[in-house]
């Protein structure tokens, strides 16, 4: 194999490698929005009175809360969300 064809391979593998992170990353993105407006329209009143859906709950708001603005914008526009002005 010539040392074109070996940068081509690489090259290659390396487009795919960035392809596949794009994927996971389109994703993560749908699922971070789509928690994101569960949390949002979430009624904590409803919640069982049980400590571990209680701590689940507050596992997931504090995630999100820990997301940079930008990416949470991506997450909501990636399943079609719009931010809420805070009121």
């Known amino acids: 194999m010539t040392l074109h064809a070996m940068k081509e391979d690489e090259i290659r593998l390396l ?3 960035i392809e596949m992170l794009m994927n996971e990353r389109r994703q993560l993105l ?7 407006v ?13 400590a571990d859906t209680i701590d689940a709950a507050e596992m997931l ?4 809360n820990g ?4 990416t949470l914008k991506d997450a909501l526009e990636s399943v079609r969300a719009e931010l809420d002005p805070v009121q």
């Open 15 to 17: 487009r795919d490698e």
């Open 67 to 70: 997301l940079s603005e930008e």
């Open 38 to 50: 569960f949390v949002a329209n979430l009624d904590t009143d409803s919640l069982p009175d049980e």
């Open 30 to 36: 749908q699922v971070t929005g789509a928690a994101a």
């Open 61 to 64: 708001a504090e995630q999100l």
